[in-house]
């Protein structure tokens, strides 16, 4: 067969209305192809509601354009274009539909079960034939899905087998000749005398196996006649003219007159029209030309054949060809017409009913719990649109609602402080240009009880990050730097949060302890970081503000300008500087002094000191500007520590060998807020003022050179002018003797010591006290 054969016949120009009308009137032979062509596994029910739905889909939504070109008219194109193009949607859809879901195909419209029509508390089914029907629907569940259009289509459309490989080629089959095959095996699968009908040699008088020309099992198709493809032998067509003779002329009528056959008035087809031949049906019209016009096929005036029909084939021949019921055998191909097959001619039985009640408590219970969920969301506080970032509520207690409720968050009037016994966060008052936004402050609330994941959280070390026990106190709201800041204070914490002025993603929640502030460390908070600048909200009894650079003490401060509501201008901080290059200090002043404020990445500022650890004073001499300017870049070892204070003190002085001048060493002790995790810094000043402090120990957690415990010992490998090296090593004033051991011996009275060494060396310090206490070196 060459490949201009498996070229679908020419279809259309096809009307939505001409397909309509082919729909409406063919709609049972269509839904039966459809049941016939879908795969028996999805069950007589789905098969039944799945057929009619296709069928129903398969109306074009707008006209279907003919081919440019009209091709060669060919014998099969008299059958009606608009049923032409209806049938194929019909098979491509029920081919579609058999296929398999697979992971990485997108599935198809027609694999899902249909939307329309539906059938609830029933189940629907066709009605139940005999054996001959049971085993024919085995035989076709064995075969492919265009095995089964290949079948239905010649045995229920009367079509040959060109016609049938354009029309599967139509509807998307990628092989049309192995469908066709497989459609030979069940023909030839045919028992004699079972379920397809196939008959001994010679019942009935006939010379076939089935009483049909030829005897190969099958109903003589359209195209088998005199057209291309299976065209029967001269003797087999006057030995088909011959039976049809017999037929029509008195073996079944026993008229004689050759042209009127018995009338069965009752013998109607599924579709309205009379009942062909192969479905066993007698005709219900007289003579062959009645019979011919009503089922469509008539038109015999072109030559005595049916309308559709190849040339030479004869009326009466086509009478013969649809012969399948002899003594009550009938052939597979007219098995196709039996109402095992027939989907709309249904019976009705009800589904589980005990699994069906299960199901209906258990869809009222998703449903009543789905709207108890949907109430609860849309109650006052709770919800996204009204607290915004927060993520949703888990749980309820009274002490909870009041600590999320703006009204009962505290207010401190701005009078309140001057006559306070004590200076801290709980007599600041409430300012900023939007303390009276309640929706703000719903917010915040909410997203400090409930960070959603869209948060930035951050919070020092030590600090609960907690929903506040009750009301908090309100300490600032306003607008910084583009962005909507709140700052609370719980007596335990301040907590600061800020959101964009467009919409509430990216909310930021900081958190930070400040439990026992005193007057300095309640003297201003981080109220915004943007571009590597800082902004400071000061308590109300800050007088002055001004900006210190700790790397440049002989520099005089310069002012730091406020708002109305206590904010400063935008500082360079250089707790987010990647160099070293200055270090800006808040310099505040109130009624009682001058105090120096470090940013270290957190919301409160760390005090620092300079002095002895029981007695240290605010930076504001010259000996502490200059150690400080040596030793502040240092700061970033405890930056983002939860560091309350940072004091450094001068704890030896040492005169260097070869005459070199005097060392100094310098103590720095970092206290955090939650009172442990303190750090420890021993460092070593060369004369030289431009460089600086080199670190000869650090330690974590240590009570060294602090109150408890003011004692410190360390030590370095320092080179002198000349070349050589050595082991520096000095304590505080209690030591009474300092010795090293190791790759370098040696022993010094006093609390300073230097042993001559060699580059690289390594040794172990020790020290003892005037009580005669070891005490090794800080590690």
């Known amino acids: 067969m060459s490949t201009q054969d498996l070229d679908p016949s020419p279809v259309g120009p096809v009307d939505v209305e001409q397909a309509e009308a082919a729909l409406v009137e063919r709609y049972p032979r269509l839904v039966r192809i459809a049941y016939l062509v879908l795969p028996p596994t999805l069950g007589r029910n789905r098969r039944v509601l799945t057929a009619h739905a296709l069928v129903q889909r398969s109306l074009p939504r707008r006209r279907v354009p003919g081919p440019a070109v009209p091709g060669p008219r060919r014998t099969e194109d ?33 694999q899902f079960p249909p939307l329309l029509p539906q059938v609830w508390g029933l189940r629907v089914f066709p009605r139940v034939g005999g054996a001959d029907e049971l085993a024919l629907d085995q035989r076709l569940s064995a ?53 397809g009908g196939a008959r001994r040699p010679g019942e009935d008088g006939l010379p076939g196996g089935d009483g049909l020309p030829g005897g190969d099992g099958r109903a003589v198709r359209v195209g088998e006649q005199a057209g291309p493809g299976r065209g029967g032998s001269p003797g087999r067509a006057g030995e088909f003219g011959r039976l049809a003779g017999a037929w029509t002329g008195g073996e079944a009528a026993g008229t004689g007159t050759g042209t009127e056959g018995p009338r069965t008035d009752s013998a109607t087809r599924d579709d309205g029209r009379p009942g062909d031949f192969a479905s066993g049906e007698r005709p219900g019209g007289s003579g062959s030309r009645g019979w011919f016009e009503d089922t469509g096929y008539g038109d015999t005036g072109r030559g005595g054949r049916p309308g559709g029909a190849p040339e030479g084939t004869s009326a009466d021949g086509y009478r013969e060809a649809g012969r399948g019921q002899r003594d009550g055998r009938v052939s597979g191909a007219a098995l196709l017409e039996s109402a095992e097959f027939d989907p ?4 009705a039985r009800p589904t589980d009913l005990l699994r069906r009640r299960q199901h209906g408590r258990a869809a009222l219970v998703a449903v009543a719990a789905l709207v108890v969920c949907g109430t609860l969301l849309g109650l006052p506080g709770d919800g996204w649109g009204r607290n915004g970032a927060a993520a949703p509520s888990y749980a309820r207690n009274p002490a909870a609602e009041a600590a999320l409720d703006p009204g009962a968050v505290k207010r401190v009037p701005p009078a309140a402080w001057p006559g306070s016994t004590r200076h801290d966060f709980s007599v600041w008052p409430a300012r900023g240009g939007l303390t009276g936004d309640r929706a703000l402050l719903r917010r915040a609330l909410a997203v400090w009880a409930r960070p ?33 800041v709140v700052l609370f204070h719980d007596r335990l914490r301040a907590v600061r949060y800020a959101e964009p002025v467009a919409g509430s993603a990216g909310a930021a929640l900081d958190f930070a302890r400040t439990d026992a502030a005193d007057a300095v460390g309640s003297a201003a908070l981080v109220v915004s970081r943007a571009s590597g600048n800082v902004r400071y909200l000061t308590a109300p009894w800050v007088r002055e503000t001004a900006v210190r650079d700790l790397l440049a003490p002989a520099k005089e401060p310069w002012p730091l300008a406020r708002d109305a509501y206590g904010v400063t201008e935008p500082v360079p901080s250089p707790a987010q500087a990647k160099e070293c290059e200055r270090w800006n200090s808040l310099q505040v002043r109130d009624g009682s002094g001058t105090r120096l404020l470090a940013d270290l990445g957190e919301l409160a500022p760390a005090r620092l000191l300079w002095g002895p650890p029981d007695a240290p004073a605010d930076v504001t001499g010259k000996e502490a500007r200059e150690a400080w300017a040596r ?29 070199a001048g005097h060392g100094t060493w310098v103590c720095t002790r970092a206290e955090t807020w939650r009172g442990t995790g303190s750090r420890v810094l021993a460092q070593f000043l060369v004369p030289s003022p431009k460089v600086p402090a080199a670190l000869a120990a650090r330690s974590e957690g240590s009570p060294a050179c602090g109150v408890r415990d003011p004692r410190v010992l360390a030590g370095v490998l320092w080179q002198a002018p000349s070349g050589g090296w050595f082991v520096l090593a000095a304590g505080s004033p209690d030591f009474a003797s300092l010795e090293t051991s190791g790759g370098v011996r040696g022993r010094a009275d006093g609390p300073v010591l230097a042993v001559k060494a060699k580059a690289g060396a390594r040794a172990d310090l020790d020290g003892t006290l005037r009580d005669g206490t070891r005490v090794p070196a800080l590690r």
């Open 78 to 110: 008299a059958v009606d274009p608009g049923y032409a193009y209806v049938r194929g949607e019909v098979l491509r859809q029920a081919l579609v539909a058999g296929l398999p879901l697979r992971r990485r195909a997108l599935p198809r419209r027609a």
């Open 143 to 195: 075969l492919s899905g265009p095995g089964r259009a290949a079948y239905v289509l010649r045995g229920l459309e009367r079509q040959g087998d060109p016609e049938v490989l354009r029309v599967l080629a139509a509807a998307g089959v990628t092989d049309p000749a192995a469908a066709l095959a497989e459609a030979d095996a069940v023909d030839a699968a045919d028992p004699p005398g079972g379920a």
């Open 344 to 347: 709309c001619s249904l019976q």
């Open 452 to 484: 959603g994941l869209s948060v930035q959280s951050s919070a020092t070390p030590g600090t609960p990050v907690g929903p506040p026990m009750g009301p908090p106190q309100l300490l600032f709201a306003g607008l910084v730097d583009g962005a909507r």
């Open 631 to 659: 030793t502040a870049c240092r700061l970033t070892a405890v930056r983002a520590h939860g560091v309350r204070s940072v004091n450094a003190w001068r704890f030896a002085r040492q005169p260097l060998p070869e005459g």
